[in-house]
């Protein structure tokens, strides 16, 4: 796996550190909250030389019927460590993490036409289950 050494994150430098990789500029109080929130979860993947290769981020979801399963929230490689195997093991450890938290399953949802995170997916043992829709709703960062 081109010698990428995956850790979960457990302080806020950690996932300032993987700023680059996110759709945004992180915010020191969010990461304090994303480590505070339980079920949350980071996992980094370090090159070689100690810097951020990627991430892979899980919440766990509750129900009362149906226990406890993880969702695989967001999975980002660095363009420069991409098809070296470090998406997959990111995956894969992220479900190894689901089972060691007693989950039922792990889920993502995935764009059809992301052809490089479905073979991800795929490689690190997902199924198919379907094709859905997704409705959003998205609320003004001052909204109550």
Known sequence: MGG???R???TVPELLAAAPLYD???RPEWAAAFLAAPGHLMLIGHAPDGSVAGFVSGIEMRHPDKGVELCLYELCVAEAHRRQGLG???TEAL???A???GCYGMWVGVDLDNEAALRTYTAAGAVDEGTFTMR???FPPDAP
């Open 4 to 6: 990428f050494e995956i």
């Open 24 to 26: 945004a500029p992180p």
């Open 8 to 10: 979960r994150a457990t």
């Open 136 to 138: 959003g709703w998205t």
């Open 95 to 97: 479900a190894a993490e």
């Open 99 to 101: 089972r060691a938290r």
């Open 88 to 90: 997959r093991a990111l």
